[in-house]
């Protein structure tokens, strides 16, 4: 899990406000993922980069969520006009190339709240 | 239904114990499979990853798949506090990680 950093690993946003969420793969990864775990739940995909890329967002709630991946930095979640059923836990995965024989690895995720 | 069901669990074992994990699947596509570990407040780390079916051995680990019953298991042997987490199973269909995960089964290992 250390390779795929995530920041913050708390976030807590008032209703409305706008949440960004980084993730930086791990070394010579260039395929980045989104899950979110809601309470009781499992891991529900969201969306799939590659650099400056969205190759899958079928996960993505049609409004208000977006993600990027650019050329430089890391990736960006971002979440606007926050509402409570945002809270969850954001997790990150990379992988090294497109592919199920290149499997997926996850970092610690970021624990967004919504008061 | 969902596509993916594993028993939520608590499941209570002494330390020594073989433990059996299980999750069952109805779509017929996936060809991947894999369990991953989560401790809690961390994230999943993965463990065990096959292809079609059989079985695969990794240390204390063995994962079985039996695609014509649509039921994936993972055993672990001589089980230790340590291995005290959260296990899920995951799947894909192929092309890309785009995984479907079971909720998770909760274990503790007890001494």
């Known amino acids: 899990n250390a390779g795929v950093m995530q920041n913050p690993r708390h976030l807590v946003r008032r209703r409305g406000q706008e949440a960004r969420l980084r993730c930086s793969p791990m070394?010579?990864?260039?395929?980045v993922y989104w899950y979110r775990q809601l309470p009781e739940e499992g891991l529900k995909f969201m969306v799939y980069l590659q650099k400056e890329n969205i190759i899958d967002e079928s996960g993505m709630p049609k409004e208000r969520f977006s993600a990027e991946f650019p050329k430089e930095g890391p990736s960006i979640l971002r979440i606007q006009q926050v509402v409570r059923g945002d809270s969850a836990a954001y997790f990150c995965?990379?992988?090294?190339?497109?592919?199920?024989?290149?499997?997926?690895?996850f970092g610690n995720g970021t624990r967004l709240t919504v008061t | 239904q969902k596509e993916v069901e594993q028993d939520p669990g608590p499941l209570s074992v002494p330390e020594g114990a073989i433990v059996s994990l299980n999750c069952t699947y109805s779509n017929s596509a996936f060809q991947y499979f894999m369990w991953y570990r989560q401790y809690s407040r961390k994230g999943p780390e993965l463990l065990m990853y096959?292809?079609?079916?059989g079985n695969k051995e990794d240390g204390r680990f063995t994962a079985q798949v039996d695609k014509s019953s649509k039921y994936i298991s993972l055993f672990i042997r001589d089980s230790q506090p340590s291995d005290s987490a959260t296990y899920l199973c995951a799947m894909s269909t192929g092309g890309g990680n785009k995984l479907t995960f079971g909720t998770g089964t909760q274990l503790k290992v007890e001494l």
């Open positions: 070394k010579g990864h260039s395929h």
């Open positions: 096959t292809y079609s079916s």
């Open positions: 995965a990379s992988s090294q190339r497109q592919g199920d024989n290149s499997p997926l690895h």
